[in-house]
């Protein structure tokens, strides 16, 4: 579980995402202010993974807390005001968050940061995405394992999984960003497929598991045979 503070001296704000941070399994709320200096105190107290912080506070700006933080926490600056990203990054914040902030851009950040958490820390168990479905704030967990290849399609992308397919509102790029590349190899422009579930290659066409196949684009085809021949001297070993 990644513990959540979260800093916005605007009520509306916490309140939602607070509702957000309920709706994500491997998210748990530590605690919420809306007075800076009270958040810069718990973040030297306590022991955070993600800190939502909004910019425009009074008596010290979220930028300005930014040099107060010192432990490993990732902060995610939140603001309407979309010229705050620059200044963030530069203070090496995680990501930004544009208000009104919508469940997709939140989900695909925290997500990020779930995979980034589980390269630093041998012990986390990051072996599954979450992916938001059509009703309102219900997201659907898929485990790695079980995918067998990406298709995209504009904004939205299929999961073809052994058992079933999952459409969700991400690109194929957002998809492969949020993946650990080991497991998964783009092999075409809209398609991603998982490496475990590759069977051969026949001409053109990759042969994967539960009889299923995926032409590999032309630009990609010298990318994918030496992928593959690595990938069969790994195995062999």
Do not use: W
């Not at 979220?62 to 010229?83: D, M």
């Not at 309102?136 to 999984?161: M, Q, S």
């Not at 194929?172 to 590759?198: G, H």
Request: proline share 2%.
């Amino acid at each position: 579980m990644l513990n959540c503070l979260i800093i916005d001296d605007e009520n509306h704000a916490i309140e939602l995402l607070t509702d957000y941070i309920s709706n994500v399994s491997f998210l748990k709320l530590g605690n919420t202010t809306n007075d800076p200096i009270v958040g810069l105190k718990l973040i030297n107290e306590g022991d955070y993974d993600i800190i939502f912080l909004d910019v425009e506070m009074p008596k010290i700006t979220g930028l300005e807390l930014l040099s107060g933080i010192t432990n490993k926490s990732k902060v995610v600056i939140t603001s309407a005001n979309r010229g705050y990203a620059a200044d963030g990054y530069e203070n090496e914040i995680f990501d930004f968050l544009s208000k009104p902030i919508r469940f997709e851009r939140f989900l695909k950040v925290v997500q990020k940061i779930f995979n980034a958490t589980t390269k630093e820390n041998s012990d986390a168990k990051g072996d599954y995405i979450f992916v938001k479905l059509e009703s309102k704030n219900k997201l659907k967990r898929i485990l790695y394992n079980d995918i067998v290849y990406v298709e995209g399609a504009g904004n939205y992308i299929t999961i073809h999984t052994i058992n079933e397919k999952v459409v969700t509102y991400l690109t194929i790029r957002d998809f492969e960003e949020l993946v650990p590349s080991e497991k998964f190899m783009r092999v075409q422009k809209s398609y991603l497929v998982a490496v475990e579930k590759i069977s051969g290659l026949e001409g053109n066409e990759l042969i994967l598991e539960n009889n299923k196949s995926v032409l590999v684009g032309e630009s990609y085809r010298l990318k994918v045979i030496e992928f593959l021949s690595g990938f069969m001297k790994q195995k062999k070993k």
